[in-house]
């Protein structure tokens, strides 16, 4: 596979420290031509879950040969190996604890490296900033067609994360919140296909906390100014709105809550 010399980055950094933009720097000093596309920095701390999804959503849109970098990384330092995964189409870098999983399930003719072949790193190596010393020069060096089989031996054992599914229970579908966008949604892990199944020729009744919504919008403003609103949306995943208001603000719960709320879908006839 030829790189694009695309890398993309998605961390639990902000972007009030010089974190996300000492990792660009240590890949432009290795390749000056690369490309770096911020997927986004504001996740949760640690949040492994968070993370994951969020790069299953974004990279299929990607010209094939993309680099992925995540760095979502609370055991940095410790036993947990740095990664790299090859499925053929893209390359994605970080820690071993999950925050692929999604990607390796999915594809079952990919490769996985341990990264063990420290030319491809920084000089000196932290304990606490892999970001920085190994995955972002691992990247930087991919995007200059550095042969990811050279970057250490192929593992079978990678760590898998169990995500919650949704699960009926009776005639209640239940589901949770997997993250909050900058809009206030409520993005859940009901995907369309888990959605329409259950429904049937029912009418939804969606409960999240206090807040509950009656039928399936198509679009936001389907819904007045303040209302609220069940959509698929275009994560193809069941999301709870507000139009022109923000369906996070009231549920009732305190906003560290909310990831991991439980959704709760009935149906009437």
């Known amino acids: 596979m030829k790189t694009s010399g695309i890398v993309t980055l998605t961390t639990d950094f902000g972007l009030r420290d010089p974190y996300v933009g000492v990792m660009k720097g240590v890949i432009l000093s290795i390749n000056p031509e ?25 990279y ?11 760095v979502v990384d609370p055991g940095v ?5 740095p990664i790299l995964i090859n499925i ?19 594809h079952g003719h990919r490769k996985i490296v341990h990264l063990t072949e420290n030319r491809y790193f920084l ?12 995955f972002a020069p691992v990247a930087a060096h991919l995007s200059r067609g550095a042969d990811p089989m050279e970057m250490g031996p192929v593992i079978n054992d990678p760590v898998p994360f169990e995500f919650q599914t949704p699960q009926r229970s009776g005639d209640v ?32 009744v969606i409960k999240a906390g206090q807040l509950k919504v009656e039928g399936l919008s198509k679009t936001y403003g389907q819904a007045l100014a303040g209302e609220a609103l069940a959509l698929i949306g275009s994560s193809d995943c069941l999301e709870i709105a507000v139009n022109l208001g923000r369906a996070c603000d009231v549920t ?18």
Do not use: C
Not at 77 to 81: H, L, P
Not at 123 to 134: E, M, N, Y
Not at 252 to 269: C, F, K, L, P, W
């Open 77 to 81: 330092g410790g036993d947990r190996r």
């Open 252 to 269: 009732g719960m305190n906003s560290e809550d909310i990831t991991g709320m439980a959704i709760e879908v009935s149906r009437v006839y």
């Open 88 to 106: 053929q189409t893209h390359l994605f870098v970080g820690p071993d604890n999950g925050i692929f999983w999604p990607v390796i399930k999915s």
């Open 173 to 204: 579908l239940l589901g949770q919140v997997m993250r909050v966008d900058h809009f206030g949604n409520l993005i859940t892990n009901i995907q369309r296909k888990q959605f329409e199944q259950f429904l049937g020729p029912g009418r939804p």
């Open 123 to 134: 000089p000196q190596v932290s304990h606490t900033f892999h970001g920085r010393d190994i």
């Open 34 to 58: 690369a490309r770096i596309i911020d997927i986004s920095h504001q996740l949760k701390a640690g949040a492994i879950s968070q993370a994951s999804t969020l790069i299953q959503e974004a």
């Open 60 to 70: 299929p849109f990607f010209p094939e040969g993309t680099i992925h970098v995540a």
